[in-house]
């Protein structure tokens, strides 16, 4: 493949995903406004850093987003610990099950929450009220530490997926070594397998705060009907509240998430590539030792259990039961007298939400299927062509990894407004491609490091030129990194909101976007009903995807 006309070309479309934006937030942070851009004043910046409103909504992002990744973290180290270094049951469905939550859109995730713990009439609330006769809700979901909770819990799978590899890969003779020395399996933990897990540690805290810092799901459902706002939230009040939008002072607050984003990303991109400092294993034939549970096995297999259930099922049944209902009650008899499938009919029955569905439909489809084949093209560069043109390129593509969504979407706002694509879901196609595109390409990089130069020479030997090389050898070999792309790619377009609530327009409106209006108008049925079609949909693509590709594999095994 000509690799000196093929990398310029992918720096080009690469750098006008990940660069153009973040140029026109900058240049749009300094302008007047929209319909004045070019005009450029410092009038944004001064006021949106002298709102006296600034910094308490700065003590409460960090507040967020530290809590959330201490409460990530935390829970994803005992699962780790859990899963990989003991003899509990069900383990590798309990592995599984840590991941899931990355499955379920995060909107829906916390509206389950705030159905279960608002203070009003949250389903726990009320049930705990009528069996200890309380005069008070014992929880209030609306508060920073409600927020923190459920944004803890939904980042959980980034932190497992982080931890976890580092700690089945530990050497146990360490810790033998510290056993032998007198010293108990809890002081070992702290003194010796935390301290060497360190880097692990850190990059899931730091991925975290990141991947809060960019959250609108949690901040807007609960946070902000709590008064609790984030930059996030404060970015959109500007844009979606008043009598106009000011996306020049919405640029300039967003250059700060912007900024804390990716001096975070590229401080784990550091702290992942010292990592060798820390290497225990220096052989062939390792094999950790399992931790005897023993008498403590049937609790932390209950309190594992009890985990897995708030994580995945209880979510589901809580917008099913509710969006079978006409409004938010306790489980009763009266509860399921009244229960029917009228907010399944209205929303089936609601053009708005059709449409929607439709356009993320398409945007799942279409969007998925475009980001991979972009996806395949730059991994081929960065792991085959080793060149600083590469190397490039590899900065470009993980720097859209840093972007939050909502700030991200601002910028793209300032590009689009004045071209044809504005208002459509050509934008918001663009946008989505542009945000994610680390997911389609950390998968398929994966793969190409496994497939040996020897092929493709070998194949340019018999006299294959380039592209026949990649349709017949490279890309058979790529299925699976090719499925697991696209299926991380569709997962993530179908349920986006930050980029959405900016870019969306009447006529481009998706499914997150439409869930959330129908959580500002507190129509609950309908958001659950409408919630569990999203999951249905979610679920269907995975599996369709899964099952296509083993088909693939199947094939080409046989072919060959």
Same mark, same amino acid.
């Given at each position: 493949m000509r690799h000196s006309r093929l990398t310029p070309i992918l720096i080009v479309i690469v750098g006008f995903l990940t660069v153009c934006p973040v140029l026109m937030l900058v240049l749009g942070s300094f302008s007047r406004g929209i319909g004045a851009?070019?005009? =450029? #004043?410092?009038?944004?910046?001064?006021? +949106?850093?002298?709102?006296?409103? *600034?910094? $308490?909504?700065?003590?409460?992002?960090?507040? =967020? #987003?530290?809590?959330?990744?201490?409460? +990530?973290?935390?829970?994803?180290? *005992?699962? $780790?610990?859990?899963?990989?270094?003991?003899?509990?049951?069900?383990?590798?469905?309990f592995g599984v099950i840590s991941i899931i939550p990355m499955m379920i859109p995060h909107i829906l995730f916390a509206v389950s929450w705030l159905l279960l713990l608002n203070p009003s009439n949250g389903i726990l609330n009320r049930w705990l009220m009528q069996l200890f006769g309380l005069d008070s809700s014992p929880f209030n979901v609306y508060t920073l530490k409600g927020m923190i909770l459920v944004e803890g819990l939904l980042d959980l799978p980034i932190a497992y997926l982080i931890i976890a590899p580092a700690m089945s890969a530990f050497d146990v003779s360490l810790e033998e070594s510290s056993r032998v020395c007198g010293a108990s399996t809890l002081r070992t933990l702290f003194r010796v397998t935390l301290p060497v897990l360190r880097p692990a540690i850190l990059a899931s805290v730091i991925l975290v705060i990141v991947r809060s810092l960019a959250s609108f799901a949690v901040p807007s459902v609960i946070g902000m009907p709590g008064r609790k706002y984030v930059l996030s939230t404060h970015i959109y009040r500007i844009i979606a509240t008043g009598f106009s939008a000011d996306y020049g002072k919405a640029a300039a607050v967003g250059m700060s998430a912007l900024a804390a984003s990716i001096v975070l990303i590229y401080l784990y991109r550091y702290m992942t590539s010292e990592s060798s400092r820390y290497v225990t294993?220096?052989?062939?034939?390792?094999?950790?030792?399992?931790?005897?549970?023993?008498?403590?096995?049937?609790?932390?297999?209950?309190?594992?259990?009890?985990?897995?259930?708030?994580?995945?099922?209880?979510?589901?049944i809580v917008l099913f039961y509710t969006s079978m209902l006409p409004y938010v009650m306790v489980p009763g008899e009266r509860a399921f007298r009244l229960m029917g499938w009228k907010n399944w009919v209205d929303v089936l029955k609601d053009p708005i939400s059709i449409l929607a569905l439709r356009n993320s439909v398409f945007l799942g489809l279409v969007g998925a299927t475009l980001g991979v084949v972009l996806s395949i093209f730059v991994s081929y560069v960065i792991v085959k062509?080793?060149?600083?043109?590469?190397?490039?390129?590899?900065?470009?593509?993980?720097?859209?990894?840093?972007?939050?969504?909502?700030?991200i979407g601002v910028g793209f706002m300032w590009f689009f407004v004045r071209t044809p694509l504005y208002a459509t879901i050509w934008t918001l196609l663009i946008g989505y491609i542009a945000t994610y595109l680390p997911y389609g390409i950390?998968?398929?990089?994966?793969?190409?490091?496994?497939?040996?130069?020897?092929?493709?020479?070998?194949?340019?030997?018999?006299?294959?030129?380039?592209?026949?090389?990649?349709?017949?050898?490279?890309?058979?070999?790529?299925?699976p990194g090719r499925i697991s792309g696209w299926i991380l790619m569709a997962t993530m377009f179908v349920r986006e909101l930050t980029l959405s609530v900016v870019l969306s327009r009447p006529g481009s409106e998706v499914l997150a976007v439409q869930i959330l209006r129908f959580a500002e108008d507190g129509l609950w049925g309908r958001l659950s009903a409408l919630g569990i079609i999203m999951i249905l949909f979610s679920s269907t693509l995975v599996v369709a995807a899964t099952l296509l590709g083993r088909k693939l594999t199947k094939m080409e095994t046989v072919s060959n």
């Open positions: 851009f070019g005009q =450029f #004043t410092l009038e944004k910046y001064v006021s +949106a850093y002298t709102d006296p409103a *600034f910094a $308490s909504i700065l003590l409460n992002t960090l507040i =967020f #987003t530290v809590g959330s990744a201490l409460v +990530a973290t935390v829970l994803a180290l *005992f699962l $780790s610990y859990v899963n990989t270094r003991t003899d509990i049951p069900f383990k590798f469905v294993i220096s052989s062939r034939g390792f094999k950790p030792t399992l931790i005897r549970l023993k008498g403590a096995r049937v609790p932390v297999f209950a309190v594992v259990g009890l985990l897995s259930f708030v994580l995945i099922v209880l979510p589901v062509v080793r060149t600083v043109g590469s190397g490039v390129l590899e900065s470009l593509s993980f720097l859209s990894f840093s972007f939050p969504g909502i700030v950390r998968p398929l990089t994966s793969a190409f490091v496994q497939i040996h130069s020897h092929l493709e020479e070998s194949s340019r030997v018999c006299g294959a030129g380039p592209f026949t090389t990649m349709r017949r050898i490279v890309l058979p070999l790529l299925i």
